[in-house]
T-cell receptor, first 112, second 117 residues
Framework: QKEVEQDPGPLSVPEGAIVSLNCTYSNSAFQYFMWYRQYSRKGPELLMYTYSSGNKEDGRFTAQVDKSSKYISLFIRDSQPSDSATYLCAMSSNNAGNMLTFGGGTRLMVKP | GAVVSQHPSWVICKSGTSVKIECRSLDFQATTMFWYRQFPKQSLMLMATSNEGSKATYEQGVEKDKFLINHASLTLSTLTVTSAHPEDSSFYIC?????????????FGPGTRLTVT
């Protein structure tokens, strides 16, 4: 079993839909949770990060962490074709960069 | 700010040759840089952690003699794939720690696609 599981998709939605992306994990030591967006043939870019449990909102994006269920989510409201990309979750048990564990990524396609 | 570049973005080489990939932090100094490998439709796998002025730390299963990493300055790290073989074909991505050094403040380069024929 992988430490971080993420449905690879592809997830296809119409423009304007609410998108829910999820990751589950097995390591209860994870405390830092990140979401990255990766366009085709590009490096990942950080979208959001959260520490421990709770919600965090930034514009159309909301990150949610449920440590009791070992489950994190990224919600995208009013999805746009420009949101079409692969979304990677990443987790860390401390602040050291070399402890990042990535999910496999979910490919999202937003159709106009 | 916080831009990381990689060069080349795409390279094709013949089996048995060596290829060098450069990773540069353009507008900040990076004490630590990371090298990842990504296969199609798969996640990023950390290969090694590179600290300026010291030897790189390699993840288990990564051959340090095959993947040579040199972090010569606070803005440059290089990955050399020696005696490349077709199975080394992959997307190589570097990242750099931001000034605060926290895990979420990693800035990724655009990646280098290596194809070994």
């Amino acid at each position: 079993q992988k430490e971080v599981e993420q449905d690879p998709g592809p997830l296809s939605v119409p423009e304007g839909a609410i998108v829910s992306l999820n990751c589950t994990y097995s390591n209860s030591a994870f405390q830092y949770f990140m979401w990255y967006r990766q366009y085709s043939r590009k490096g990942p870019e950080l979208l959001m990060y959260t520490y421990s449990s709770g919600n965090k909102e930034d514009g159309r994006f909301t990150a949610q962490v449920d440590k009791s269920s070992k489950y994190i989510s990224l919600f995208i409201r009013d999805s746009q074709p420009s949101d079409s990309a692969t979304y990677l979750c990443a987790m860390s048990s401390n602040n050291a960069g070399n402890m990042l564990t990535f999910g496999g990524g979910t490919r999202l396609m937003v159709k106009p | 700010g916080a831009v990381v570049s990689q060069h080349p973005s795409w390279v094709i080489c013949k089996s048995g040759t060596s290829v060098k990939i450069e990773c540069r932090s353009l507008d900040f100094q990076a004490t630590t840089m990371f090298w990842y490998r990504q296969f199609p439709k798969q996640s990023l796998m950390l290969m090694a952690t590179s600290n300026e002025g010291s030897k790189a730390t390699y993840e288990q299963g990564v051959e340090k003699d095959k993947f040579l990493i040199n972090h010569a300055s606070l803005t440059l790290s290089t990955l050399t794939v020696t005696s490349a073989h077709p199975e080394d074909s992959s997307f190589y991505i570097c990242s750099a720690d931001g000034p605060s050094g926290v895990s979420y403040e990693q800035y990724f380069g655009p990646g280098t696609r290596l194809t070994v024929t």
